[in-house]
């Protein structure tokens, strides 16, 4: 059963998937589990050419997403993991993405970008998980690591290195 925050995240993600498919702007306040007012954007983008700003428990949680995901890829592209840790890896990472959703302490717009790298991770764990049915798993694994690397390319994380082999 989920937890009524759980569902509000999933609700607020969905939402917004949806609507950018559909070219609907939304609003932070319909995305977030918190409301900062800023308009939610429909692409990640750099602030003014430099990387948003992070604090410390983004970077922890998404230096763990890294260090989870990384060491799977050559047993993925051998086919070598099982549903199961397929499932315990998508666990692990929503887990990570929930921490980051309950410390958020980022200005608005750097919080607005962030969102859509969560909105990725959501939907990537859920395909790890099996929830789409004609997706592979494996797949999902992939769209983690490649919102792991867009986080570094425009997220200031001091060090964070991009994972190499995605495909």
Sequence with gaps: MKTPKRTFLANAIAAAVMAAALGTPTTAAQTTAHDHGAAMPH??????????????????????????????????????????????????????IGAIVTNCKLEPKADAMLHLLIADLSAAADTMAGKNATTRPALGLEKVVEAVNQYGTHFDHPDFKPIRNVR
């Excluded at 428990?57 to 990384?70: F, Q, Y």
């Excluded at 086919?79 to 199961?84: F, R």
């Design 43 to 96: 692409k990640l983008t750099l602030d003014h050419g430099r990387k948003w700003a992070t604090d410390e428990p983004l970077r922890a949680s998404m230096g763990r997403i890294r260090s989870l995901v990384e060491p799977q890829l050559g047993a993925a592209h051998a086919d070598k993991l099982s549903p199961a840790h397929y499932r315990e890896l998508a666990a692990q990472v929503e887990s990570e």
